[in-house]
C-alpha cells in the first residue's frame, strides 16, 4: 500500500474534509432515508397549515399514548403529554429520569408557512367573474403565486360558533383556484417594473367562479351564485367570512424531484422539513433520562407574533406548569435546559452563486445544517450560540455519525432573517438552530434533501437520548 504523503496526512489530521452524504452513506442507509421520507411527503399532503399539522400530531400522539396534559397532575418518568394550544400550535413532552430541575431537552419548530389568506370580506364580482380578495402572509416574491393551482384551507366559525373545517383542491375531484396574470402580449407597462413592483398585494385576486345565479335581473349574479355553493356546501352565508381563518395554498403534491429521487419538492417545506422530524423523533425516543420536549409553533413567518407565537408565554406556561407540582419554577427547569431551534437554512444554489459566502454555505445532501447566529447585517435580531454550547452539539453529532454541516444564512449584507431561536434564548436556555437546507425558500415549491431530512430526525433522535 503506497504511503500517505507528509501533506495528505496532516490534511486529514488538520483539516475538515465534508464529504457529500450520498458517498459516504451505506446503500442501506440511503433505502432507509427514502423510506422515512415516504412518511414525510404523506405529512406534506396532510398539514398545509398550521391547524392541520396539529391536527396531525394530536392525532398521531394519542395513537402512541400521548394524553392531554393537566398542569394539576405530577408526572412519572414514561409518562407522555400534549398540550393543544388555540389548534395552531402544540406542545408534547415525554417525562424522564431525571429530575426536572437539571432541565429539559427542548425542539422548536414552526408549522406555518407563507401563503394567502383571505380578507374578512373577501367574496366579490368584477366583469362578471366571481374573486376573493387576499392579504398575502409571510415574505413571498408575489409574482411567483399566480397561475399555479390553488387549494383553500382553513375553519370557518359561524355565529352561534358552529366550527366548519374547509379543505377543498386537494382531491382529484375537487375544484381548484388560482391567481391570474396577464398575457406577455400586452404586459409592456408591467415589463418596465422592477420585479417588487409588477405585482402588489391587492393584485392577488383569486378566480373562484363566472356563472351567474340564471332567471334572475339582480346586480351580482356570479357572486350570488357562488355564495349559493357555498350555502349548499357548508350552510354559510357571507356574513360567516367576517369570522373565518381561511387561507389559499398550493395545490402540489409533495414529489420526487430528480432522475434519482434523491430531492422532495413541495411546498411548506419551511419549516415542516423540520417539525416533522422533531415530532417523530420524539416519537421514537422512549423512555429518555432527560425530559424531552418538542414545540410545534405558529406565526414565526411574521415575527412569532400572537398568543400561538413563540414571543407569547405559552412555552414558558407550560414548563411552569409541569414544574409546579415538583415544588420547581420555571426558571428552575430552563436555565438548564438546551434546545435546538428546529428552523430551515438556505441551501447553496449554484444558479445563483453571488447571494452566498460559498465557505460558510449549506449544501444539499451535506446533512442537518447548524447555524450558530441567523439575524441579518451585524447580528440583528438573533441569538448568538456560545461556544460551549456550539461544542457540545458538534460532540453530539460526531459521536452519533450523523450528518452536519455549519451554515449561514448568505452573505452578511445580502439580507437575512431569524428564527424562533431568540425568543427561546429569552427564556434563559442554550439554543441553536439546527435544520435542513431548502432550495427555493419561501417559494411555493421548494426542494429539499431526502439524505437531509432523514439527518435531521436522526440529530433530534440522539439529542432527546443525550
Known amino acids: 500500500m503506497e504511503e500517505k504523503s507528509k501533506a495528505k496526512a496532516l490534511k486529514e489530521k488538520l483539516l475538515m474534509n465534508p464529504k457529500n452524504g450520498g458517498i459516504v452513506m451505506s446503500d442501506e442507509e440511503i433505502k432507509t432515508a427514502f423510506n422515512y421520507c415516504n412518511g414525510y411527503k404523506a405529512f406534506l399532503d396532510a398539514a398545509k397549515t398550521e391547524r392541520e399539522a396539529v391536527t396531525y400530531a394530536i392525532n398521531e400522539a394519542q395513537k402512541l399514548g400521548f394524553v392531554p396534559f393537566d398542569k394539576k397532575q405530577k408526572y412519572k418518568k414514561g409518562d407522555k403529554v400534549y398540550y393543544n394550544n388555540r389548534g395552531k400550535s402544540i406542545i408534547l413532552a415525554v417525562i424522564g429520569s431525571k429530575p426536572l430541575d437539571e432541565g429539559v431537552h427542548l425542539t422548536a419548530a414552526h408549522i406555518d408557512s407563507p401563503r394567502l389568506d383571505l380578507k374578512q370580506r373577501p367574496l366579490y364580482e368584477e366583469s362578471q367573474l366571481g374573486l376573493f380578495k387576499t392579504h398575502y402572509y409571510g415574505g413571498i416574491k408575489k409574482y411567483q403565486w399566480p397561475t399555479i393551482p390553488l387549494a383553500l384551507h382553513g375553519v370557518i366559525v359561524k355565529k352561534d360558533g358552529t366550527q366548519i373545517t374547509v379543505r377543498l383542491g386537494e382531491d382529484e375531484n375537487d375544484p381548484q383556484f388560482c391567481v391570474t396574470d396577464l398575457l406577455p402580449h400586452l ?30 335581473k339582480e346586480s351580482e349574479l356570479v357572486k350570488l351564485n357562488i355564495i349559493k355553493l357555498l350555502n349548499e356546501k357548508y350552510d354559510i352565508v357571507e356574513a360567516d367570512f367576517l369570522s373565518a381563518e381561511l387561507t389559499m395554498v398550493p395545490a402540489f403534491k409533495a414529489v420526487d424531484i430528480g432522475f434519482d429521487r434523491s430531492m422532495i419538492g413541495a411546498y411548506g417545506h419551511d419549516d415542516r422539513v423540520c417539525a416533522y422530524p422533531a415530532l417523530t423523533a420524539l416519537f421514537k425516543c422512549g423512555v429518555p433520562e432527560t425530559t424531552c420536549v418538542c414545540c410545534l409553533t405558529d406565526k414565526e413567518e411574521i415575527g412569532s407574533e400572537g398568543n400561538t407565537g413563540l414571543i407569547s408565554s405559552y412555552l414558558k406556561n407550560f414548563i411552569a406548569d409541569l414544574a409546579r407540582p415538583y415544588g420547581l419554577e420555571a426558571r428552575d427547569v430552563l436555565s438548564n435546559s438546551k434546545c435546538l431551534s428546529a428552523d430551515v437554512t438556505a441551501a447553496f444554489d449554484p444558479t445563483y452563486p453571488d447571494a452566498m459566502e460559498k465557505n460558510n454555505a449549506a449544501f444539499l445532501n451535506y446533512g442537518v445544517g447548524v447555524n450558530k447566529f441567523t439575524g441579518h447585517g451585524g447580528k440583528y435580531s438573533t441569538s448568538d450560540a456560545s461556544a460551549e454550547f456550539t461544542s457540545w452539539v458538534r460532540q453530539l453529532l460526531d459521536s452519533k455519525g450523523i450528518m452536519w454541516q455549519m ?60
Open 407 to 466: 451554515a449561514e444564512l448568505g452573505k452578511v449584507d445580502q439580507g437575512g432573517g431569524g428564527t424562533v431561536a431568540k425568543y427561546i434564548a429569552e427564556l434563559d436556555v442554550d439554543v441553536i438552530d439546527v435544520g435542513v437546507p431548502v432550495l427555493s425558500m419561501h417559494s411555493p415549491f421548494e426542494v429539499v434533501s431526502k439524505l437531509d431530512v432523514y439527518s435531521a430526525y436522526r440529530a433530534f433522535y440522539e439529542f432527546y437520548k443525550a
Open 187 to 216: 404586459d409592456k407597462d408591467m415589463g418596465k417594473k422592477t420585479m417588487d413592483k409588477a405585482f402588489n398585494g391587492e393584485q392577488l385576486n383569486v378566480l373562484i367562479g363566472s356563472l351567474p345565479f340564471r332567471d334572475d
